[in-house]
């Protein structure tokens, strides 16, 4: 019934429009627009399905609201504060507890591990002297012979 | 034949999205075409609108949720685009110039086309004249033959004020065609 009724109104409509404008000029000016280049259709099937493939996925660009933008500022600005305002009283505190800990060791404890440890640091000394005296003795005859 | 519904179901879940695609486009690509030649007359700019709206088709049609018929929702996409297209022109102040009734003059008197008269050229121009939305709602009330509630969900409209667009168009169009 419905589809009846759009049908008949859709004959009245273009007949008034056939009345106003001239049938023949509305049908001969669809003509003109109907012409496309040959093969156009299947060339656009192609066409499209080429760029498709061919199209990178679209980067999401994600807009906020200033009262979100506002938010986000502030939070990042807490992290910042909070971060500047802890790190140094942690530090302090580990600091403090090093302390602590050097003064929590008995005297005699440090002075046998300097003891124990002292004829190595020697050893050390006395390698780097008999290196250094080594090169010293092997560049003296070179320097004679670059003046010779 | 598979239905409209039956190739979008089949894109949504399928691995073979192209097929459906295909389908759909081929199916479609014609109409919605000669809607868009109808609005900005020349070939290369219709060609242009009409890929713009068959990827946009391609990118959304995963998120369409199938409440309007296909065509009706692709219909709406090449509204929309090319109402943008026109605006963007009439900025650039490229489209509706004197350059339009000779580029229609020429592609009637073409040799392929039929032989254009007076009253044919005095009506494209009278065509060009309407606003985007009557001219559109003419369009697809007189060649396509669509009815009204489809027409008003193309155009983002009441079914009266798409009847009442198609009506002004045409008291518009005679009068420019009785000034000429």
Same mark, same amino acid.
């Given at each position: 019934?419905?589809?009846?009724?759009?049908?008949?109104?859709?004959?009245e409509?273009?007949?008034?429009?056939?009345?106003?404008?001239?049938?023949?000029?509305?049908?001969?000016?669809?003509?003109?627009?109907?012409?496309?280049?040959?093969?156009?259709f299947?060339?656009?099937?192609?066409?499209?399905?080429?760029?498709?493939?061919?199209?990178?996925?679209?980067?999401?660009?994600f807009?906020?609201g200033?009262?979100?933008?506002?938010?986000?500022?502030?939070?990042i600005?807490?992290?910042?504060?909070?971060?500047?305002?802890?790190?140094?009283?942690?530090?302090?505190?580990?600091?403090?507890?090093?302390?602590?800990?050097m003064?929590?060791?008995?005297?005699?404890?440090?002075?046998?591990?300097?003891?124990?440890?002292?004829?190595?640091?020697?050893?050390?000394w006395?390698?780097?002297?008999?290196?250094?005296?080594?090169?010293m003795?092997?560049?003296?005859?070179?320097?004679?012979n670059?003046?010779? | 034949m598979?239905?409209?519904?039956?190739?979008?179901?089949?894109?949504?879940?399928?691995?073979?999205?192209e097929?459906?695609?295909?389908?759909l486009?081929?199916?479609?690509?014609?109409?919605?075409?000669y809607?868009?030649?109808?609005?900005?007359?020349?070939?290369?700019?219709?060609?242009?609108?009409?890929?713009?709206v068959?990827?946009?088709?391609?990118?959304?049609?995963?998120?369409?949720k199938?409440?309007?018929?296909?065509?009706?929702?692709?219909?709406?996409?090449?509204?929309?685009?090319?109402? %943008? *297209?026109i =605006?963007?022109? &009439? +900025?650039?102040?490229?489209?509706?110039?004197? #350059?339009?009734?000779?580029?229609?003059?020429?592609?009637?008197?073409?040799?392929?086309?039929?032989?254009?008269?007076?009253?044919?050229?005095?009506?494209?121009?009278?065509?060009?004249?309407?606003?985007?939305?009557?001219?559109?709602?003419f369009m697809?009330?007189?060649?396509?033959?669509?009815?009204?509630?489809?027409?008003?969900?193309?155009?983002?409209?009441?079914?009266?004020?798409?009847?009442? %667009? *198609?009506? =002004?168009?045409? &008291? +518009?169009?005679?009068?420019?065609?009785?000034? #000429?």
């Amino acid at each position: 019934m419905q589809n009846k009724d759009n049908h008949k109104e859709l004959q009245e409509d273009q007949a008034i429009a056939n009345a106003l404008l001239g049938k023949e000029n509305l049908h001969s000016w669809k003509e003109v627009n109907m012409q496309v280049p040959h093969n156009y259709f299947n060339a656009f099937e192609a066409n499209t399905l080429h760029k498709i493939q061919n199209v990178k996925p679209s980067v999401r660009i994600f807009t906020i609201g200033t009262w979100k933008k506002l938010a986000f500022a502030a939070s990042i600005f807490a992290i910042v504060v909070s971060t500047y305002l802890l790190l140094p009283s942690n530090t302090i505190q580990k600091s403090n507890a090093t302390a602590m800990s050097m003064q929590q060791i008995p005297n005699e404890e440090i002075a046998a591990y300097i003891n124990e440890n002292d004829w190595v640091a020697e050893v050390d000394w006395h390698t780097e002297l008999n290196k250094e005296e080594a090169t010293m003795i092997i560049m003296e005859p070179g320097i004679q012979n670059d003046s010779n | 034949m598979l239905s409209d519904q039956a190739l979008i179901i089949q894109f949504k879940q399928s691995s073979d999205k192209e097929g459906a695609f295909t389908q759909l486009l081929k199916r479609h690509q014609q109409k919605v075409y000669y809607q868009i030649k109808r609005m900005v007359n020349e070939h290369a700019d219709a060609d242009d609108i009409a890929q713009q709206v068959w990827m946009k088709v391609w990118n959304k049609l995963d998120g369409f949720k199938m409440e309007s018929e296909f065509s009706t929702w692709v219909f709406r996409i090449a509204y929309n685009e090319t109402v %943008n *297209f026109i =605006q963007k022109e &009439k +900025k650039l102040g490229q489209h509706y110039t004197s #350059n339009e009734s000779a580029d229609y003059e020429n592609a009637a008197h073409s040799q392929d086309g039929p032989a254009s008269s007076q009253i044919e050229i005095a009506l494209e121009q009278a065509i060009q004249q309407l606003p985007e939305k009557q001219r559109f709602v003419f369009m697809l009330r007189y060649f396509e033959e669509l009815n009204y509630a489809k027409i008003a969900s193309i155009t983002g409209t009441s079914v009266g004020g798409a009847k009442a %667009n *198609f009506h =002004q168009a045409i &008291k +518009k169009m005679e009068e420019i065609l009785k000034h #000429n």
